[in-house]
């Protein structure tokens, strides 16, 4: 007896390392259960009682945050320390090892194991301990139960379908049983399970069979860091009788084919169903026919949890070995026993079968391979509550889900559906963050806000910019009312010097007019004699008085005509910038009516993304014109 050997605790299977979990929800969304996981803080976490210890969430992580728990350590351990031990082996042998499952064998006996039985020859006990049960009970519906994962997921999720549940317990128990009661010699030993699967050891706690589930992953790891070779070692045969089809049980149907041979025409009235989602859900609704007082179509259930059989199971290696490959190890394997029976293909076939039903007859009593089982439903009772729909509508609004259009039931979360998602979180095993409708509508929030807080910034520069620009149109239009008052003084001043050319011209011709009457003057003076002397040298005076007067006339006109030039010219000038600063007052009055449209798209942010996008539409058109008053502004200047 040990801790786990009540219906209270699971004993945990799975082991999660929190270093390397990230918290990615992918073992929750290949989980059947869901449940079982708890996704609320750093790291997805296993409520033990609420795992059916399946495995498929360790394929599944691709961090190698989760693992399997076996019991390969302390199987060396106490073979080491001198405790009796005997082995035996699961049919997944034969995929595991690639057909090496006898010198699996001699490896077994050579560090110490006293003997080494195949499970095989209790899958055919097992067989039989069915075929029994339907002739003496004549049940509706029997439900196979070598699958432990699929023993749990009925005992604490459909605890209704555990009366339909086969009393014969598994092969590796009617093995283990066997030994007990057939092989006294080993009947003290501890056993010591080569097996494919992590669940199997929840299975020998509640049955109180088997010491040992050494998982053949586990094990091949080990032979991989220790370097060990098992084609080094001897071909050893089992120390029990060879099965003959019941080798197959490592595939799917391979129960029912072995049934088959006991009770011809049984497949027809068998149900074939293994992987996940689809033997899930078949239990599932078997359990909702039968609650609601349905027929079952079928009499056996051959059921196993994973898609390609125990062969590929939670504790299994080989994982990406092609499909025929795989099953042509196990059918080869199987002829090679059918041969070995003489059951097919032989005239003594009937002879031979009936040898091979009084062999397995004689390790078989009625009553020592069954088991019972517990109903463990009260655990969801107690780890998962049902929320209202009150309850249930608050959670939905705290995830930002308010419309039939928030539910997305995308899977992101690893739950089938938007509202297993929310029981989740209503039983703190998750939280609203890890809801992909959530993160986003959270995102577009914080986008809109930032969007938000740009638009307001923008509107706060657009009406400074709007203030500065107004300025500007102000001085502008004071610039050109002084320009146009300069262009008037400049014109007025163009008509006073037209007015001094006359001057000047009368000035010019008095000053030619003195220049004759001096020279005339001079003739008189000389031919006055000494009387005209005086008045000759007055008339030289006035002559070089005029000439003077001439000389300066035509500097001066040189000066007015450089003058008039220059004013003719600036008045170009004055009036190429009057219509640039027109120009200018426009393009400011353009752009003052771009940002009134900004401002008036940011008024309250209502609409963030479309003001946005009239906003930038704004933007470039300012842009522009920016530009443009840039330029005419520069031209203004250097005018």
């Known amino acids: 007896m040990n801790e786990y050997s009540n219906a209270e605790h699971l004993r945990p299977v799975i082991y999660v390392d929190p270093e390397k979990c990230c918290n990615c929800h992918r073992c929750i969304s290949v989980c059947p259960v869901k449940m079982c996981n708890d996704g609320s803080g750093d790291h997805v976490s296993v409520n033990h009682d609420l795992c059916i210890g399946c495995g498929t969430c360790i394929d599944a992580c691709v961090h190698g945050a989760r693992t399997g728990i076996d019991d390969l350590e302390s199987f060396f351990f106490d073979l080491k320390s001198g ?31 006293k003997a080494v039985f195949d499970v095989s020859f209790g899958a055919e006990l097992t067989t039989k301990s069915y075929v029994e049960e339907i002739k003496k009970e004549k049940p509706s519906i029997m439900i196979s139960q070598p699958c432990p994962a699929l023993v749990s997921f009925i005992e604490i999720y459909q605890p209704h379908l555990i009366k339909y549940l086969a009393k014969a317990d598994s092969p590796m128990a009617h093995t283990i049983e066997c030994i007990r009661h057939f092989y006294p010699e080993y009947r003290e030993c501890k056993i010591a399970v080569i097996s494919p699967c992590y669940a199997k050891r929840r299975e020998f706690d509640e049955n109180g069979r088997g010491d040992y589930n050494v998982t053949m992953r586990n094990l091949d790891i080990w032979f991989k860091n220790k370097g060990t070779d098992l084609s080094k070692f001897p071909k050893v045969s089992y120390n029990n009788p060879l099965a003959e089809r019941a080798v197959l049980y490592s595939t799917p149907g391979g129960l029912m084919r072995t049934a088959e041979r006991f009770v011809p025409g049984i497949s027809s009235k068998t149900r074939k169903i293994e992987g996940q989602p689809a033997v899930f859900e078949y239990l599932s609704g078997l359990d909702s026919l039968l609650s609601s007082g349905g027929k079952p179509y079928y009499q056996l259930v051959d059921c196993l949890n994973c898609e390609k059989g125990c062969n590929r199971g939670g504790g299994t290696t080989n994982r990406n070995m092609p499909l025929d490959e795989l099953e042509a190890l196990v059918e080869n394997r199987a002829r090679e026993r059918q041969k070995h029976w003489k059951t097919v293909g032989s005239k003594m076939s009937k002879f031979a079968l009936k040898k091979l039903d009084s062999t397995i007859s004689s390790y078989w009593k009625p009553g020592i391979y069954e088991r019972k089982y517990h109903d463990r439903s009260s655990v969801t009772e107690k780890f998962i509550k049902t929320p209202t729909q009150d309850e249930l509508q608050a959670i939905y609004i705290s995830m930002g889900k308010h419309s039939k259009s928030d539910f997305y039931d995308c899977c992101a979360c690893g739950y089938t559906c938007c509202e297993q998602m929310a029981v989740a979180i209503f039983n703190g095993l998750n939280r609203r963050e890890n809801c992909h409708h959530y ?65 000047v011209g009368i000035i010019n011709s008095v000053a030619d007019q003195t220049k004759i009457i ?31 007067i001439i000389d ?58 479309s003001s946005g996008d009239k906003i930038f539409n704004s933007l470039q058109q300012i842009a522009q014109g920016i530009a443009e008053f840039s330029n005419n502004t520069a031209n203004i200047s250097s005018s």
């Open 83 to 113: 405790t009796p031990i005997v082995a035996i082996v699961a049919p997944a042998v034969a995929v595991n090892f690639k057909g090496k499952d006898l010198e699996l064998n001699g490896w077994l006996k050579s560090i110490g194991v």
């Open 439 to 503: 993160v986003m509508n959270l995102a577009n929030q914080d986008h809109e806000k930032e969007i938000r807080e740009a638009i307001n910034s923008i509107t706060e520069a657009v009406r400074s910019g709007s203030a500065a620009l107004q300025s500007n149109v102000r001085d502008l239009q004071e610039i050109r009312n002084m320009n146009m008052l300069t262009i008037k003084g400049i014109k007025d001043l163009n008509t006073r010097i037209d007015g001094i050319w006359d001057i």
């Open 518 to 548: 001096a020279f005339n003057a001079e003739l008189e003076a000389a031919s006055s004699g000494e009387a005209g002397k005086n008045f000759h040298i007055v008339a030289t005076e006035i002559r070089r008085l005029s000439d003077t």
């Open 552 to 609: 300066s006339i035509n500097e001066i006109k040189h000066v007015i005509n450089e003058t008039q030039q220059a004013s003719d010219s600036l008045i170009l000038d004055s009036e190429k910038g009057t219509r640039q600063i027109d120009a200018s007052c426009e393009n400011a009055k353009s752009l003052e009516r771009g940002f009134g449209s900004i401002m008036a798209s940011s008024d309250g942010n209502a609409g963030v993304s």
